[in-house]
């Protein structure tokens, strides 16, 4: 699978353009501010129906205009095919493949299995457990659709629970009966959440290490490890235990909701003691581990982005990551760089063919 052409019309920064891509890498060279990133952003909205750096779907939509299409062109095995994402001001979101309209767009997840490395991985690190949840589900919801499902329903309904719960302390009232519901459909999800992600980790974990390893050239001893509530109690007993403290904050405090990851460096957090290149080294071996766990499962090669990947990396890092995306089991690969000097060093080493765009 790879992506032949990418069509964009006033998305972002980019009024109209049209590229033709290699196979195999695409190199896109150019001063910050040019658009670099938008081109790897747009392939990544084709695979997810949104963007990774913008959330909101209106500020995708190059200022002065009213609406933004994407549309790419992917050869499938000996089929093409095509998606095309739209949104226009005032109106709902288009996602399309090959003319037909999506009704959800969770169900075009998979379809184009897809991995990115970016500066904006470092929040993987610095911030809250929600974007590290956000990584596993986003992994593990690409080869399973009814995992992505789970976590939908029960983020719903959790959102519902704590607004039964801010509505119990609005009205100094209290009706075990109907929060009993919302437990009940907690309960349901979470336990296949838990399993799902506790099977994932085993899998992912020793991954890993391993491309970490690869990359830090054996110097450095770093380990992952998954927490949850779930580990040690069922989720009844965990929301009978809370219900006071549930009431009293209005939120609800137990649940796979509250699943975390630990990134340590020499038995330490990263985030403390971890340099910068040793933080982008983690980084970037975490999701060359999430494209190797999604080859395995769907039997090809995911697209994988790299965008400024290279940053705070000496070049002998930067080699090595070539290097590594140079073998036979990495299929088509988008970088962006702003040094075309450190790009084409590494690359004359590579064995692939390959495409620079000046931007």
């Known amino acids: 699978m790879y992506l032949k052409q990418l069509n964009l019309t006033q998305y972002k920064n980019i009024t109209s353009k049209t590229f033709d891509f290699n196979p195999k890498i695409n190199c896109f060279i150019g001063d910050n501010g040019v658009g670099k990133s938008n081109v790897l952003d747009a392939i990544y909205h084709l695979a997810f129906g949104k963007s990774y750096f913008n959330p909101l779907a209106l500020h995708n939509i190059q200022i002065g205009t009213d609406f933004f299409v994407i549309e790419g062109r992917y050869q499938i095995g000996k089929k093409e095919e095509k998606i095309i994402c739209s949104l226009k001001k005032g109106q709902k979101k288009i996602l399309k493949r090959n003319g037909k309209v999506y009704e959800k767009i969770a169900d075009h997840i998979g379809r184009i299995p897809t991995v990115i490395i970016s500066p904006a991985d470092h929040d993987l690190i610095a911030e809250g457990s929600a974007i590290r949840r956000k990584f596993i589900d986003g992994v593990i919801g690409q080869t399973d659709a009814l995992y992505l499902q789970n976590v939908i329903e029960y983020n719903i309904v959790l959102s519902q629970r704590n607004a039964l719960l801010k509505f119990f302390a609005l009205n100094h009232n209290f009706d075990a009966d109907t929060l009993e519901i919302y437990n009940e459909q907690l309960i349901a999800r979470s336990q296949s959440i838990y399993e799902k992600r506790v099977a994932f980790m085993n899998d992912f974990i020793p991954v890993f290490l391993a491309r970490y390893s690869s990359i830090s050239d054996h110097k450095e001893p770093v380990s992952l490890s998954y927490e949850s509530q779930l580990t040690n109690s069922s989720h009844k007993v ?3 235990k809370s219900i006071s403290r549930d009431k009293a904050i209005q939120f609800t405090t137990t649940g796979t909701h509250k699943d975390d990851l630990h990134f ?96």
């Open 264 to 359: 340590l460096i020499q038995e330490q957090p990263i985030k403390k003691f971890g340099s910068q290149g040793q933080q982008k080294t983690f980084l970037v071996a975490l999701k060359l581990a999430q494209f190797d766990f999604l080859k395995a499962q769907i039997g090809a090669a995911p697209i994988l982005l790299l965008d400024d990947a290279f940053d705070k990396l000496d070049q002998k890092r930067v080699s090595q990551i070539i290097g590594l995306v140079d073998q036979h089991d990495f299929g088509q690969i988008f970088l962006t760089d702003t040094h075309e000097d450190r790009t084409l060093e590494a690359l004359s080493k590579s064995q692939s063919s390959y495409e620079i765009f000046k931007l």
């Open 238 to 240: 965990l929301l009978n």
